[in-house]
């Protein structure tokens, strides 16, 4: 985070801006963020054609989307026929106009893969990275605002964003992209607020449901967008389901409406109220959504061959083991469960689990003789 907001500090960004307003932070000389990738880098990915497909590359042109039969073409590869794009097809819509999409790259070099764990760490959200490409004067997209944060980064050229006064209210879901919700849209931005243009190594943060559009300056343009998307109310719906169906009260028949003039279907209804709120308030539900918050940044892994892993196996001696609280007591809970496993597959199968908490619980189990090395 230092380094993305530089020099905003991080205890700032989260005082003033985050999910207040936007926030615009101009590189400073030699800052490192401008080398997150160039052109060759760009075209390096992009030339690696098979890893692409009409769901990660995609073309727009005049805010409307170019349809993949257009640029794309039927590839049969040893996994089946797919639709991939074709270089010199997507190349010919660029010189007529269009701007590119590279989505979901947030892995594909070590750059973006690290700023997106980071990230990931820092708003306990799921990151996303998409890679936009665009020509002098175009405009891709129409006025519009995202249903998540989003951090934008200039890697190459220059693009002038245009930000309005206007902002939806913690929107969820948007609705379909039609030329009436597109006059909709402009009709509902407000005046505009700001224009920022945006060079290499600057940083642009909207906080969801900003209204906002770009447009390509002088020559080609390239930045990448991280999306921040953490967990809102709606998760709370699907865990506590979970959770109520283990009272055999959310099990039980409801009282027909029509029975006393409705009051004891009143009083069902006021009773499981009560259980939830019950529910919500413990700290093992609590302990529920921070893990499905953690499963949103697992842990990064990568390859390091030829080096092979040295594992460390252990066996569970059926004696009662510590008490774990939080996301590791479910890592332990499978552990202990097994007849036998490897502290590294421990950590494999719960990459959203801080490695370290894995071996001191691993330990604390040792320890107390509840897992025995072998």
Not at 159 to 177: G, H
């Amino acid at each position: 985070m230092n380094e993305l907001l530089h020099p905003i500090t991080p205890d700032r960004f989260f005082a003033e801006f985050h999910g207040r307003k936007p926030l615009h932070i101009p590189a400073a000389d030699g800052a490192t963020k401008r080398s997150l990738l160039d052109w060759d880098g760009f075209n390096a990915l992009l030339n690696q054609s098979s890893i692409w497909t009409a769901q990660t590359l995609k073309l727009v042109r005049d805010t409307v989307a170019i349809a993949p039969d257009q640029y794309c073409r039927h590839v049969q590869t040893q996994s089946g026929p797919v639709l991939r794009p074709d270089p010199a097809k997507v190349a010919v819509f660029l010189a007529t106009g269009a701007s590119l999409i590279a989505g979901d790259t947030q892995e594909l070099t070590p750059r973006l893969a690290d700023a997106s764990a980071m990230l990931g760490r820092a708003f306990a959200a799921a990151i996303g990275v998409n890679l936009y490409c665009s020509f002098k004067g175009v405009q891709a997209f129409g006025t519009h605002y995202d249903l998540h944060d989003v951090f934008a980064l200039q890697v190459e050229g220059e693009k002038v964003w245009r930000l309005y006064e206007n902002r939806a209210e913690s929107p969820v879901d948007f609705p379909s992209d039609t030329p009436e919700t597109r006059r909709w849209l402009e009709q509902s931005r407000g005046r505009l607020m700001a224009e920022v243009r945006m060079r290499p190594g600057d940083v642009l943060y909207l906080p969801r449901g900003c209204y906002h559009d770009a447009l390509a300056q002088d020559g080609a343009s390239l930045h990448a967008t991280f999306s921040v998307t953490p967990l809102y109310g709606r998760i709370i719906f699907s865990l506590l389901e979970q959770a109520a169906m283990q009272d055999p009260a959310f099990r039980a028949y409801m009282p027909p409406a029509a029975l006393d003039g409705g009051r004891p279907l009143q009083a069902h209804l006021a009773d499981l109220g009560q259980r939830l709120a019950r529910l919500t308030a413990l700290p093992a539900f609590r302990d529920e959504v921070a893990m499905s918050q953690e499963k949103l940044a697992p842990r990064p892994a990568r390859f390091a061959l030829p080096q092979a892993l040295t594992l460390t196996a252990y066996r569970p001696t059926g004696l009662l083991g510590p008490a774990f609280t939080g996301p590791v007591a479910h890592a332990m809970r499978w552990a202990l469960s097994q007849p036998d496993f490897a502290l590294e597959e421990l950590i494999a199968q719960f990459d959203f689990v801080a490695e370290a908490d894995i071996r001191v619980a691993v330990d604390q189990a040792e320890k107390a003789g509840a897992l025995k090395r072998f």
